[in-house]
């Protein structure tokens, strides 16, 4: 790592580079995309964002797979801001690259052993910091990415009640599970579901230039795991029409959670509604920075119906607002009646 965070890797002379000395730099964003820029990049719809949110609420575990440069951590970090800003959320990285706007977040990075010589008990790797993260009593685990033993680690505290975050090498969800099950890793299969949602994130050619971009980013899929051997497809990007498609009414977690809380799944999908029109007003506003987001979320805590007040009248979403009936001199007044207007 040099100054700034970045990334820089080197060869010298010809010793294992034959034309001679190399280096790659890989520079990362001081700050991390936000949810909202995510959404207006179409990485993502407010929709799928609103039932990541949710989910999160919730303390379900989410995987994010894809391959070199598609976008994972970014999107990691994006969707870990929408945890709830009460929750304690420790982070695992080789490299530090998440950055929360949360008060209680607690950041490890993995140290390796350096110099001609140095002792492998000096390193501190990923599966002893996640160890360590269960003894700080945390609400989510977020792992930079998954790649050995650690991901054993992670899926244990998956069965004792915390919620995870994690990113792996894979480029779709039958070759994750192939990782997660095989050494290093080494998760047994009855854990899988542990993991609730997998999100296939790429870097894709887009039918139609997006302000003069040929290729972006795009969540591919959304799909809840079931089993090792079955999942249920949420969400999926239509590579010819640049847009998304839901089975949303379908959710197996949904009703989980539906069940969990004591609430109706129609309630819990009037909740996503709500939040749906919170990100897209968000975006409309031109609140991107991290900060600014996790203002409007913890208020959204405190006063939801409030904040979506707010959202809609400015968004001209139709509401429906209670009229006395007009009635003549003499006559009785009737009951109110309910008209649907679009605020100015």
């Given amino acids: 790592m040099i100054y700034g965070k970045h990334r820089f890797v080197a060869t010298f002379k010809r010793e294992v580079t034959p034309k001679g000395s190399t280096f790659t730099i890989r520079k990362f964003r001081e700050k991390p995309l936000s949810i909202t820029e995510l959404v207006k990049s179409h990485t993502v719809t407010a929709k799928i964002a609103a039932y990541f949110w949710l989910l999160l609420e919730n303390r379900m575990s989410i995987i994010i797979i894809g391959g070199t440069g598609a976008g994972k951590t970014t999107l ?3 969707l870990a801001s929408l945890i709830n800003p009460a929750m304690k959320i420790c982070t695992v990285e080789e490299i530090a690259e998440l ?8 950041q490890f990075v993995s140290r390796e052993s350096y110099g001609i010589g140095g002792a492998a008990s000096s390193a501190i790797p990923l599966f002893s910091l996640v160890k360590t993260t269960l003894r700080y009593r945390p609400d989510y685990i977020v792992v930079g990415e998954v790649r050995g033993e650690e991901a054993f680690v992670l899926f244990q505290a998956l069965a004792t009640g ?3 975050m994690c990113t792996l090498h894979a480029e779709d969800v039958d070759y994750a599970i192939k990782r997660l099950t095989s050494p290093p890793m080494n998760v047994a299969e009855v854990y899988i579901p542990l993991m609730n949602v997998v999100v296939e994130v790429e870097r894709v050619h887009l039918p139609k230039p997006v302000s003069g971009a040929t290729f972006g980013r795009r969540v591919r899929e959304v799909s809840e795991i079931i089993s090792h051997k079955e999942f249920l497809k949420v969400f999926s990007w239509n590579p010819i029409t640049d847009e998304f498609s839901s089975r949303l009414e ?3 977690l949904l009703r989980k959670i539906a069940l969990k809380t ?6 819990l999908l009037d909740e996503i509604d709500k939040r749906e029109v ?3 007003w968000m975006v409309e506003k031109g609140i991107f920075q991290n900060e600014d987001v996790a203002k409007v979320i913890s208020q ?5 119906d409030a904040i979506y007040n707010v959202a809609s009248m400015e968004l001209a979403v139709p509401i429906k607002i209670k009229l006395p009936t007009l009635v003549q001199m003499g006559e009785n007044p009737s009951t109110e009646k309910e008209e649907s207007q679009t605020p100015s």
Wanted: proline content about 3%; cysteine-free; glycine content about 12%.
């Fill in 76 to 78: 990691l970090n994006g």
């Fill in 99 to 106: 950055n929360l706007s949360h008060e209680n977040w607690v």
């Fill in 162 to 164: 915390h919620g995870g």
């Fill in 250 to 252: 379908e959710s197996i």
């Fill in 262 to 267: 004591g609430k109706d799944f129609q309630d």
């Fill in 278 to 280: 919170i990100i897209r």
């Fill in 300 to 304: 959204y805590y405190i006063s939801p």
